[in-house]
């Protein structure tokens, strides 16, 4: 658990710093927005993913087998939610670019938190997570 505890707090950390960027950045109006849906979006689904693969790696799963199937998975919803988001967007004339930059960003770095995750219950006892 203590992996899980660490693992939530970067994945927090990191949506907090990309919005941060994104501020600094001082990107114009409509592109900051879209800018931090994305980043918002990616942090959403980056949480969901990380509980997900927390429950798959505890008594309630199987161990890794059922959390590489969880990691499969929320890439595949994550790469939905780009696409979706980017076309979401564009309809409501709003920068696509910068959503798509924001969210493919964040989701990069959660990706590396997660993994490490993964790994860290690989090699911990049932009973330490």
């Known amino acids: 658990m203590k992996s899980f505890g660490v693992s939530l707090v970067l994945e927090l950390a990191v949506g907090l710093f990309g919005g941060g960027v994104v501020l600094a950045l001082a990107l114009q109006g409509l592109a900051q927005l879209s800018a931090l849906t994305g980043v918002a979006a990616a942090l959403v689904f980056g949480l969901l993913a990380l509980f997900a693969k927390s429950h798959a790696t505890t008594e309630g799963g199987a161990g890794l087998k059922d959390a590489l199937k969880v990691q499969g998975l929320a ?7 780009l696409g979706l988001g980017g ?7 709003l920068d696509a ?5 924001a969210f493919a960003a964040v989701t990069m770095v959660q990706q590396v938190i997660e993994v490490r995750f993964l790994l860290a219950a690989k090699k911990a006892p049932a009973s330490a997570r």
């Open 97 to 101: 670019t910068a959503f798509v930059l």
């Open 75 to 81: 890439m595949g919803l994550r790469l939905v939610a």
């Open 87 to 93: 076309v979401v967007m564009k309809q409501r004339g």
